[in-house]
């Protein structure tokens, strides 16, 4: 019988030749790669670039619900006013005060918060989701969120100003008995984080810097019949002046910009950090109009220069008081507004939407109610527009 034989083959052929099939295909790895490298590389380009593509897909995504007319506008708030309310947007929720009444309505329209009021004038600070409503000369004060209600307050003086800033944080600038004025900051929840009471100079309006840490207050005091004005600083955790920065001119309004104290004086924009150092943009002799101080990376501002023709100068403004772009305005200008990456001004026949760089986003012509009352409006990070009438609001979607 004819023996069987067995070839074992060659192992030291056989065995790279299992190892190469469970190597991944070094083709397809370095094509896949570079598909990745790639899809950075266009995301870095649009980030460099400061361009708002990917905010005009975010707007997509979080309106494809909501039903617009032919200007782009979606109705999406009704309520009941009298021409005279303040508004505020906080994160999708409107927010509207008037002295008879304050309501805030989700972005759905419903109805979150109602509580009537009867109040002389009201004013509005809203950021970052939140808000206070205040009656100016008054005592009483209502902190609210997206949701409702955080807490109703009632404070020690007489109420000046309330200033809104980052994480619910706030600064209330009041008159109270045996001083000058003063300065108290609460928290998101209307707790108190700090006081300051001033004998010597009186407090016009005071804010918390973006990093919760300082205080900052716009004070005006005399020095040989002179009035002076000033910004005193004070960190959050001690008693003692931190800085008092010297300023041109009264203060108007006082904010935060890109990490910066940001007072809007008559005379020039001054950006003052929390070491007192100050950068100015100074007016040149023209007349502030408008401005909008809480717009984040930069400063909008709006002036007008009668001894040159009454011409009207739009301006974006950084924090080293530099301007990065500049508009001539042939137009009236009812309202400003800026927010995130972008400005929006109100004129009298149609609401324009510009970048940082003041290049043109979008032009909706047809938003005639909120432009026949002259009502205010408020843009958003993401490029959209809240336009508030009388009796409803429209959610604009460039």
Do not use: W
């Amino acid at each position: 019988m004819e023996q069987m034989k067995f070839e074992m083959g060659d192992l030291q052929q056989d065995a790279p030749k299992r190892m190469r099939k469970r190597r991944p295909p070094r083709k397809k790895a370095r094509g896949l790669l570079l598909v990745i490298l790639l899809v950075l590389a266009a995301v870095a380009a649009f980030v460099l670039l400061d361009r708002t593509a990917f905010d005009g897909l975010r707007r997509s995504l979080a309106y494809m619900q909501a039903e617009k007319d032919e200007s782009g506008c979606a109705k999406l708030y009704q309520y009941s006013g009298d021409g005279t309310s303040c508004y505020a947007d906080l994160d999708g929720s409107l927010l509207v005060a008037s002295g008879q009444e304050i309501t805030l309505l989700d972005d759905k329209g419903n109805t979150v918060y109602h509580t009537p009021l009867q109040a002389g004038q009201v004013a509005v600070t809203a950021e970052d989701g939140c808000a206070a409503v205040y009656e100016i000369g008054g005592k009483s004060l209502y902190l609210l969120d997206r949701k409702g209600l955080v807490k109703e307050m009632t404070l020690e003086g007489e109420i000046f100003a309330v200033e809104m800033g980052r994480g619910g944080r706030f600064a209330v600038t009041l008159k109270k008995t045996g001083y000058k004025t003063a300065v108290t900051v609460y928290n998101g929840k209307g707790e108190p984080l700090y006081g300051f009471n001033s004998a010597q100079k009186y407090l016009m309006t005071a804010a918390v810097s973006e990093n919760g840490n300082y205080m900052a207050a716009a004070a005006m005091g005399q020095d040989g019949g002179s009035f002076t004005s000033s910004l005193q600083i004070y960190k959050l955790t001690s008693d003692a002046l931190q800085a008092d920065a010297a300023l041109s001119g009264g203060v108007y309004e006082l904010g935060t910009v890109d990490g910066r104290f940001c007072a809007a004086t008559d005379k020039a924009l001054c950006f003052v950090k929390a070491d007192g150092s100050v950068s100015t943009y100074d007016y040149q002799g023209a007349n502030l109009a408008r401005c909008s101080i809480n717009g984040g990376k930069f400063a909008a501002v709006l002036l007008e220069n009668y001894s040159s023709g009454g011409l009207t100068h739009l301006a974006t403004v950084n924090t080293a008081g530099e301007e990065i772009a500049a508009l001539t305005v042939d137009s009236q200008v009812l309202d400003l507004s800026a927010a995130g990456r972008y400005v929006a001004v109100l004129y009298t026949s149609s609401l324009v939407i510009y970048d940082r760089n003041l290049r043109q986003c979008a032009n909706p012509h047809q938003v005639l109610d909120a432009i026949r009352m002259g009502q205010p409006y408020k843009i958003r990070s993401d490029g959209s527009a809240v336009l508030a009438g009388t009796n409803s609001a429209s959610l604009y979607l460039p």
